[in-house]
C-alpha cells in the first residue's frame, strides 16, 4: 500500500505543476506584448519575437531582424510611454502558424515635453510556434482612418 500511496502523491505532484505551466497562446501573446510595451520593459517585448522576426512599419523601411528590433525598441522606450490597447478581428490558425488582424488604439507620451499622440493603427500580425511558445514573426501595420 506504501508503494501505491507514494506513486499516487508523486503523480497528484507531476500533474499539479504540469496544470501551473500558462500554456502559450497566439492571444495571450498578442496581450502580453502590449503589457511589455506599455511597461516599457524591453527584454520582455524582444522574447515575443522570432530571431528572424520583421517589422513592417508603413512608410518606413523594414526593421530586419530581432537586434534591429531592439534597437527601435530601446530608441521609443528611450523617448516615450506608450498606453496602447490591442483587440484582434480576425485570427486565422494554420498549426504552427497564425494570422492575426486587428487594431491598437491609445497614446504614445513623449518624454521631452509629456506631449502626447493617438494611436488608432490597424495591423497584421503573423506569429509561429517556436519551441512552443508562439512567438511574432512578421508584424505590418498602418494608420487606421
Known sequence: MK?????????CIL???????EESTPSKTL???IAADNAGDLDK???????DAILIPAGSSDIIGK????EHYRNIFTTS??????S?????DANDWTIIRGNTTGKVIFKADSSATAVNDKFIM???KDDGRWKIYRLMWSSHP
Open 45 to 51: 517585448v524582444i522574447a515575443y519575437y522570432t530571431e
Open 88 to 92: 484582434s478581428n480576425e485570427i486565422i
Open 126 to 128: 503573423v506569429l509561429k
Open 3 to 11: 508503494t501505491s500511496s507514494t506513486f499516487f502523491i508523486s503523480a
Open 31 to 33: 496581450t502580453e506584448v
Open 15 to 21: 500533474f499539479a505543476g504540469c496544470g501551473n505551466k
Open 81 to 86: 510611454v506608450l498606453q496602447l490597447q490591442a
Open 67 to 70: 537586434n534591429a528590433i531592439r
